[in-house]
């Protein structure tokens, strides 16, 4: 009798060692990626993300951030086709950041609160990086405020839009039964908030070192070159950096282009979010969220995004033309010494609550086991 083995998946093993290959092979143009990745979480992930995640982790557990629906209670069923709670559920995720959508309709699904198709429809809507996260990569830049303001509103009212048409035929429906009430706030549930927070934060800036080694080695093998020369006829910019945002949003911060190009287009990546985000929200949202459907909607939300960003900056005066003039890498000239000590301690504070937090779990299961 002939013993069948389970074939090995060649795809895979040549994929990685490939990478193995150009670890090895590309090792100096990996450091320098990762390195100025590093900055970027030192400067603009964590300053700016950390505080908005303990908040909404805190109006996750305390169930308030259902109130957010309230003064929406009867537009929302009627022009977004979603109850209140589901809006309320929108809401937070514009201002939150790109994961927090999906892993709260991930625990609706799961309570069966939503159905299946309600929450993976809900994922490619309830999605944008929040006011915080925007501000970080702006950084000092002229007339900062109608900046963001410009953005932020062309993001969220293209997933307004798209939200409008998804669900016109099928509207959205929540169990009321399965809502739970609302919470106090105490010092546990603080801890808590933060520990939760803190890891969230973490896995995002490992991802974000993730991808920006495979940056490098397409640095260094010449492929981001080669897109470059192959442009650079057409185009009064180099898309190198646009290229590198698609892969991991962080690199926004470092878009170097003329003013009219540069805020439609940094709507348009934010909205999109990358592959990047787009991986930890697959990752937030297990198998409710269809890869290819989610990749056509934020693409379909990044062009109404830099529509609406372009059409916008026609209605707002601009106080001079200098203002038109090449934009490049605004937030990255902020890092100095000044803002590393700062992010530094928040890390060793966020070591210290993670300890604690994992030092508890046993004496609390003891706890249990003697009552």
């Given amino acids: 009798m002939s013993v069948k083995t389970k074939q090995l998946p060649m795809g895979s093993v040549l994929l990685l060692f490939l990478l193995l290959f150009c670890c090895v092979a590309f090792a100096t143009g990996i450091r320098q990626e990762m390195l100025d990745a590093a900055v970027r979480c030192f400067t603009v992930v964590i300053p700016s993300l950390y505080a908005m995640m303990i908040l909404t982790q805190l109006l996750t557990a305390t169930e308030i951030w259902r109130i957010l629906g309230k003064p929406f209670r009867w537009i929302a069923p009627h022009i977004f086709h979603m109850p209140?709670?589901?809006f309320a559920l929108f809401l937070l995720s514009q201002f939150a950041g790109y994961?927090?959508?999906a892993s709260i309709l991930r625990t609706l699904y799961e309570n069966r609160t939503l159905s299946r198709q309600n929450a993976a429809g809900l994922c490619c809507v309830c999605y944008g990086g929040g006011p915080a996260f925007l501000l970080g990569i702006l950084g000092e830049f002229p007339q900062r405020v109608p900046c963001f303001w410009l953005i932020f509103c062309a993001n969220l009212l293209a997933n307004l839009l798209l939200a409008a048409v998804l669900f016109f035929r099928h509207p959205v429906q929540m169990q009321?039964?399965?809502i739970r009430p609302i919470r106090k706030i105490t010092p546990e549930l603080l801890i808590a908030s933060t520990s939760?927070?803190?890891k969230l934060l973490l896995k995002l800036c490992g991802i974000i070192l993730c991808f920006s080694a495979l940056c490098g080695i397409l640095e260094e093998s010449g492929a981001f070159?080669?897109?470059a020369m192959l442009s650079g006829q057409r185009l009064s910019f180099s898309p190198v950096w646009i290229l590198k945002s698609?892969?991991?949003?962080?690199?926004?911060?470092?878009?170097?282009l003329p003013f009219c190009w540069y805020l439609p287009m940094l709507a348009a990546l934010l909205s999109f979010g990358g592959c990047c985000v787009c991986m930890q929200i697959r990752a937030a949202g297990g198998d409710l969220?269809?890869?290819?459907?989610?990749?056509?909607i934020r693409l379909l939300a990044a062009v109404l995004s830099g529509t609406f960003c372009r059409i916008g900056m026609c209605w707002i005066p601009w106080k001079n033309a200098e203002a038109f003039q090449m934009v490049s890498a605004p937030a990255a000239a902020g890092f100095h010494k000044d803002t590393f000590f700062p992010v530094c301690m928040l890390l060793i504070m966020t070591g210290l609550l993670l300890q604690e937090t994992d030092r508890r779990k046993p004496l609390s299961k003891t706890k249990k086991i003697g009552a």
């Fill in 84 to 86: 209140e709670g589901c």
């Fill in 99 to 101: 994961p927090v959508g």
């Fill in 176 to 178: 009321i039964t399965a």
């Fill in 196 to 198: 939760n927070a803190g």
């Fill in 225 to 227: 070159h080669s897109i």
């Fill in 246 to 256: 698609l892969l991991e949003i962080s690199y926004a911060s470092q878009l170097s």
């Fill in 289 to 296: 969220i269809s890869l290819s459907r989610f990749f056509l």
